[in-house]
């Protein structure tokens, strides 16, 4: 197939006593999310979504939070491992999209910076990355500020054959 289209959803509970990353970017405040890696939910999302793309399962499959190497490992340092995978299968991104559910904290100045780090590790312009960022309106565990979770779709392409 010359094009394969992948979806991704990722959530993790806010807490105390952890740093908040998202999109590869430290972002402060007071709480963070909690989970085995530094539980980037963006990162996460956009990892299952280029897995799901090349029919090659999920993140929890890759790297199990039964593992101890991958105790609070860097979020990019797993989406470098599921690119080499897309890589391996003869794929290259054509383009991300990511919506980020969060009460808090307000996340537009920190998107430019998502962006860059996922068209660096996606080896794409940064045009071809789409950030977006919604609330709950008060409503539910994301409204009432106990979680933010992101949902990402990609699109891949076949690479081209070299001479």
Known sequence: ?????????????????RKLILGGVEIPYE???????DADVVLHAVCDA??????KGDIG???????KQYKDISSMI???KVYK????????????DVMIQAEEPKLYQYKPQMRFHLAYKLAIDEELVNIKATTHEGL???????????FASVLLKKKDKEL
């Open 61 to 67: 499959e890759h790297f199990p939070n039964t593992d």
């Open 50 to 55: 280029l897995l799901g793309a090349v029919g």
């Open 85 to 96: 995978i897309i890589e391996d299968q003869g794929y290259q991104v054509n383009n991300v």
């Open 140 to 150: 539910g565990s994301i409204g009432e500020k106990k979680g933010i979770a992101a």
């Open 78 to 80: 797993l989406l470098e």
């Open 1 to 17: 197939m010359q094009y394969r289209i992948g979806i991704g959803y990722d959530i993790h509970r806010l807490v105390q006593g």
């Open 31 to 37: 709480k963070g999310l909690e989970g085995h890696s």
